[in-house]
């Protein structure tokens, strides 16, 4: 048997693969190495002073906690005095050891009492910014001049442009790779359609100005907030040392590859193919244009398909990974798993949605669609839901976690809502696939004879007429020509009910995948499920609370006459805040013992707060009293009870107690 060699074409794909590969294992690569393991958007823990806390003696820094690693800059943590005034150093200490992720900045020695103001902002590892503010007062709480921020980071009218160029971003990538793949896999003839390669080019504009929008945004979007600070070039290179600069960094280089893909796409391989008349691929279209001649053009054809078709899934799967690698897959759990299956469910929902718009587009404005092409798309379209269900199966479990986290949180709620219209999504498509089996097989695969119908019209029209000079009179006979042609061409398209209905249909699917990538991009800013019900349990943790009060009996001997007794302690609720205290002395007997004078103080060692001097009241014979005993903070407090029995003998009693 003779070899048969191999074409020139796809010898020059076959060669261009490993390079266009190593290109993007490069870029991929540079990404992997920022992307450690980490919960998604990062939350507070804890704080030195803690808020609301009350300490005795100025501290000498604030200290932040955080659950996962987050992005701080010198500015990131600020702290105000009651007027206002800052009175931190601006310089950020970083205390991270091991898993414990904390920061502080020093603040300046001398602070008065009063009420002061801690600000922060961050980055969380999955590219979304965080903030906060709280309140702590030395010596006793006082009246403040600063508002807390009622702002999140990432919000006002930068985050709205933010958002907005973000879901440009994911709709125009949707549009661009849908498209072509809607081209090589369902309808190559639809690579020289104007309709199509419009559709195509303006999609990849969208992604690119998407993405320079949200690289020079992307400063005061974690920031500041302003769009000044957009021209920032300081900003802008902090910008691109962090893995979501580097992201957007790599689609853009990406895109470069995609413009490369495009003029080929609507270049050589449109004019192979309209010279085969192709309908999809294999043996589907026409091949009587001359054997030999058919052959060599079909060969042609099918090297130029090999080769766009690899490199168009290599470079739409680099321009998936930069979202993968950068967002909610690259933290969390099983980040190893997380981010193939989200590069899978970016490809899956390209090939359908963005199929789907190339779909309704020709069947709009390209009159001679084939039934096959349409048959082809509804297959592509399954396999797509199908990867989108395992894909979007796993996502769930690993952002949400739990029943709980998936009714009781916002990104639960938005995810039941996407269910929502992909079910809704899948119930119009089926309609849509009834549609496809009905309809004739006369327009299917003759190009020529589609350009009939659309001219049937035009062989009856009289020979040309002289233009007037007149321009407003020739602008109206133009425009009197082209509602012409559009008449002609709507009786033409809408010749077939069958077609009609089905564009209906699609149209119907068009306008719920708008909505559904607007949820789609609100649910990827949204802290996932899983993060905020932990988040929660700790919040319930930190807030638990004795179910009863606390009650202590302490001897003491103070070493005088009628030195001896027991002083029974009850403080009640026992937690942070507000607390009543009784105090009861009692003799060796257990009766009621009246003494000159009894003191309280409390101290917890661990945060250096203390002691809290108390003197209750005596309420009656060997009772005393307090009310609104504050503990600003949870931990293991140190009761001290000092007894005066005489002028001269007096001792001071203590024992330790949990405070939650």
């Known amino acids: 048997m003779m070899a048969i060699a191999p074409s020139p074409a796809r010898v020059r794909a076959a060669a261009l693969l490993p390079r266009l590969a190593l290109v993007l294992a490069a870029l991929l690569a540079a990404l992997f190495t920022a992307a450690g393991p980490a919960a998604a958007h990062a939350a507070l823990t804890a704080s030195d002073p803690k808020d609301g806390a009350v300490v005795a003696t100025a501290p000498a820094q604030v200290t932040l906690s955080f659950s996962e690693q987050v992005a701080m800059g010198d500015d990131s943590i600020r702290v105000m005095d009651p007027q206002g005034r800052r009175v931190d150093t601006g310089e950020l200490r970083?205390?991270?050891?091991?898993?414990?992720?904390?920061?502080?900045?020093?603040?300046?020695?001398?602070?008065?009492?009063?009420?002061y103001t801690v600000a922060?902002?961050?980055?969380?590892?999955?590219s979304h910014p965080v903030s906060g503010a709280f309140t702590f007062s030395i010596g006793a709480p006082s009246a403040t001049s600063v508002a807390l921020p009622t702002g999140q980071a990432g919000g006002g009218p930068v985050g709205i442009a933010y958002d907005i160029a973000r879901y440009a971003a994911y709709a125009g990538f949707t549009v661009l790779v849908g498209g072509a793949a809607f081209i090589l896999l369902c309808w190559r003839r639809g690579a020289a359609q104007?309709?199509?390669?419009?559709?195509?080019?303006?999609?990849?504009?969208?992604?690119?100005?998407?993405?320079?929008?949200?690289?020079?945004?992307?400063?005061?979007?974690?920031?500041?907030?302003?769009?000044?600070?957009?021209?920032?070039?300081?900003?802008?290179?902090?910008?691109?040392?962090?893995?979501?600069?580097?992201?957007?960094?790599?689609?853009?280089?990406?895109?470069?590859?995609?413009?490369?893909?495009?003029?080929?796409l609507f270049g050589a391989f449109a004019r192979r193919t309209a010279e085969t008349g192709h309908i999809g691929k294999g043996k589907d279209g026409d091949k009587d244009n001359g054997k030999g001649q058919g052959q060599t053009a079909d060969k042609e054809a099918d090297d130029l398909l090999f080769g766009l078709g690899i490199g168009g899934a290599v470079v739409a799967g680099g321009i998936a990974a930069t979202w993968a690698l950068s967002e909610h897959a690259s933290t969390g759990i099983q980040p190893g798993f997380a981010m193939p299956a989200d590069i899978l469910h970016l490809l899956a929902v390209a090939a359908w949605l963005g199929g789907l718009t190339a779909l309704l587009v020709a069947l709009h404005k390209v009159p001679g669609i084939e039934r096959e092409a349409v048959q082809r798309f509804s297959r592509v379209a399954f396999v797509s839901v199908l990867v989108l269900t395992v894909t979007g199966i796993?996502?769930?479990?690993?952002?949400?976690?739990?029943?709980?986290?998936?009714?009781?949180?916002?990104?639960?709620?938005?995810?039941?809502?996407?269910?929502?219209?992909?079910?809704?999504?899948?119930?119009?498509?089926?309609?849509?696939?009834?549609?496809?089996?009905?309809?004739?097989?006369?327009?299917?695969?003759?190009?020529?004879?589609?350009?009939?119908?659309?001219?049937?019209?035009?062989?009856t029209q009289p020979a040309a007429v002289t233009v007037p000079e007149d321009p407003k009179r020739a602008a109206q006979l133009a425009r009197q020509h082209a509602a012409r042609e559009n008449a002609r061409e709507k009786q033409v398209r809408d010749a077939d009910p069958n077609r009609a209905g089905l564009r209906r249909s699609v149209l119907a699917e068009a306008g719920v995948a708008v909505v559904l990538l607007a949820v789609t991009t609100v649910l990827t800013s949204t802290e996932p499920g899983r993060t905020a019900e932990q988040a929660r349990g700790r919040e319930s943790a930190a807030t638990a609370v004795p179910n009863r009060a606390i009650k202590i009996t302490l001897p003491f001997d103070t070493g005088g006459e009628s030195g001896k007794g027991s002083v029974r302690v009850e403080l009640d609720?026992?937690?942070?805040?507000?607390?009543?205290?009784?105090?009861?002395?009692?003799?060796?007997?257990?009766?009621?013992?009246?003494?000159?004078?009894?003191?309280?103080?409390?101290?917890?060692p661990a945060k250096d707060i203390g002691p809290l001097p108390l003197i209750p009241e005596r309420a009656a014979p060997g009772h005393w009293s307090a009310s609104g005993v504050q503990l600003p903070l949870a931990g293991e407090w140190r009761i001290d009870v000092t007894v005066r029995t005489s002028d001269i003998d007096q001792?001071?009693?203590?024992?330790?107690?949990?405070?939650?």
Not at 120 to 126: G, K
Not at 394 to 417: F, H, I, K, N, P
Not at 575 to 595: C, F, M, Q, T, Y
Not at 651 to 660: A, E, L, R, S
């Open 94 to 115: 970083d205390m991270c050891s091991g898993s414990t992720i904390r920061y502080g900045t020093a603040l300046h020695s001398g602070l008065p009492d009063g009420t």
């Open 120 to 126: 922060w902002q961050a980055v969380s590892a999955d």
């Open 194 to 264: 104007r309709p199509l390669q419009k559709l195509v080019v303006r999609a990849w504009v969208t992604l690119t100005a998407a993405t320079l929008a949200m690289l020079v945004l992307r400063n005061p979007y974690t920031g500041s907030g302003k769009f000044a600070d957009a021209l920032d070039l300081d900003g802008l290179k902090a910008v691109l040392e962090t893995k979501p600069g580097a992201s957007l960094v790599s689609r853009l280089l990406l895109l470069g590859a995609a413009a490369l893909f495009i003029a080929v």
């Open 394 to 459: 796993y996502q769930s479990w690993r952002q949400v976690g739990s029943w709980s986290a998936l009714t009781g949180t916002s990104y639960g709620r938005l995810l039941l809502l996407k269910v929502g219209l992909v079910a809704v999504l899948v119930g119009i498509a089926y309609v849509s696939r009834s549609w496809t089996a009905r309809l004739t097989d006369a327009p299917a695969g003759k190009p020529a004879k589609i350009a009939r119908e659309r001219n049937v019209s035009r062989e």
């Open 573 to 604: 609720p026992g937690r942070v805040g507000a607390n009543s205290l009784h105090v009861w002395v009692d003799d060796p007997e257990g009766k009621p013992l009246d003494i000159p004078e009894i003191k309280v103080a409390f101290t917890l």
């Open 651 to 660: 001792t001071t009693v203590q024992k330790n107690v949990k405070i939650g």
